[in-house]
C-alpha cells in the first residue's frame, strides 16, 4: 500500500509543478482498471483536492472529474473487460482531453492527451507485467 | 449485484461531498483553509520546481548567457529610446521605463502547472506571494524590465500569473522605434500575436514592442514600457484594415525562477 501512497505523491508533485499532463488521471486509471476496488474514491477524492490546492484550481474541482471518471471506468467493467490495452488507450486519451478542456487554457491538447494515452498504456503493460509476480497480492488489491 | 450498489454509494457519497466543497470553494468560504494548505504542500512542490528548473538550466547555460547578454542590449536600447523621447517632450517624466526597486517585490516560482519540458512551455506560474504580501489581482510581474504576465487570481499565500504568451492574455502595445499603436494577444505557444495596426503605421520586423500601460488610479494594471518582446513576422495586406505581426519574448520562461512584481 505504501508503494501506492508514494506514487500519487510523486504524481501529484510532478503535475503540479514541472508538467500539465494529467499524471494522476493516468494513475488513477491504471489502477482502477487493475484493481478494481471501491478505495480508489476516497483516494481520488483526496489526492484532488491536494492538486486543487497547489495549483489554486477551486477546491473539488479536480476531486469531482475523477470522481466521475473513475466511477464511469468501473461502469464499463458491468459490460465489457476493462483490462485490455485498447480501452486503456482511448479512457485516458478521452479521459486527459476532457481535463484539458474542463480545465481551460492548456496549450495543445489533442498531443497532450495522445501522450497521457502512450503513458498510461505503458504503464499498464509494466503493471501487467508486474502482475506476473503477484503485485496484485503484494499490494493487497486481491482482498475479498 | 451487492458489490454493484456498495460500489455505486460510495462514488455517490463522495461525488457529493466533492461537489459541495466546490460549490463552498466558488463561494469563496474555503479561502482561508486553501491558503493554509497550500502554504503546508507548496515547499514540496517549489523543490521538485528548483530541481527541474536547475537541470534545464544546465542544459542551456551557453544559451541562458547570450539570452542574458541580449536582454541587457535590448535594455539600453530601450533605455537610448526613452532618454531621447525625454529630451524631446521635456517634462515628460513618465516616459521612464525603469520601476522604483520600493515597488518591485521578489516572488519564487514554486509551480508551473501547464508545462512539459521540451513539449510545451508554460502558459502560467504559481508564485510565493499572495494577498498577505500585498499582491492584488491585475499587478504585472516582470523580470528585468521584461513584462513575464499578469496577476489573474490570489490568494494569502500565492498567486497566479498567466504569462504574456497565455491565450488569456491581452494588451494595448506600442513599437518602441515609431510608437504606433496595436493589441498584443499571447496565441498558447512562445509567440504572441500583434494585432489592430493601422495600415499607414510602420511596424518592421525586429521591433521592440512595449506595453503602453493600462494602470488604474489604484496603479493596479500594466506599467508603460515594459518590454514584450520584439517582432519576428509582419503581415501588411491592403486588403485589410489592419496589419498583423507575430511577437516573441526576449525571456525564456522555462528557465525563470524568480520574477518580480509590481505593487502600489
Known sequence: MWLIVILILISTLLQASVTTLPLIILFFLNVAVVAKKTWIFPASFLTGLALDVLLLNPMGKTSLFLVIFLFIILLYDKKFDIQTFPFVFLASFIGSLIYFITMGHIPNIFTQ???????????????????????????????? | MRKKENFTSIFLFFFIFALIIFTLSKLGYLSFPASILQKALSPLAGSVFSTFNFFSNENNSAIGKLSDQNRALVKKIINEGALKRENSALADQFATTSIRSQTLLTAKIVGAPSFIPGVSPPQSFIIDKGTGDNVKVGNAVIYKDNLVGKIVESNLYFSKIDLITSPSFSSTVKTLRTQAIGVIKGEGEKKMILDNVLQSD?????????????QDIKGIGLPPDLTLGKLISVGKKPSNLFQKGEVVSFLDFSNLSTVFVIRY
Do not use: M, P, Q, Y
Request: aromatic share 8%; hydrophobic share 50%.
Open chain 2, 202 to 214: 510602420d511596424i518592421k520586423i525586429s521591433d521592440i514592442i512595449l506595453t503602453k500601460g493600462d
Open chain 1, 113 to 144: 492527451a495522445i501522450i497521457s494515452a502512450v503513458i498510461s498504456t505503458l504503464s499498464f503493460f509494466l503493471l501487467v507485467t508486474f502482475n506476473k509476480i503477484h503485485i496484485k497480492e503484494r499490494i493487497g488489491f486481491n482482498e475479498g
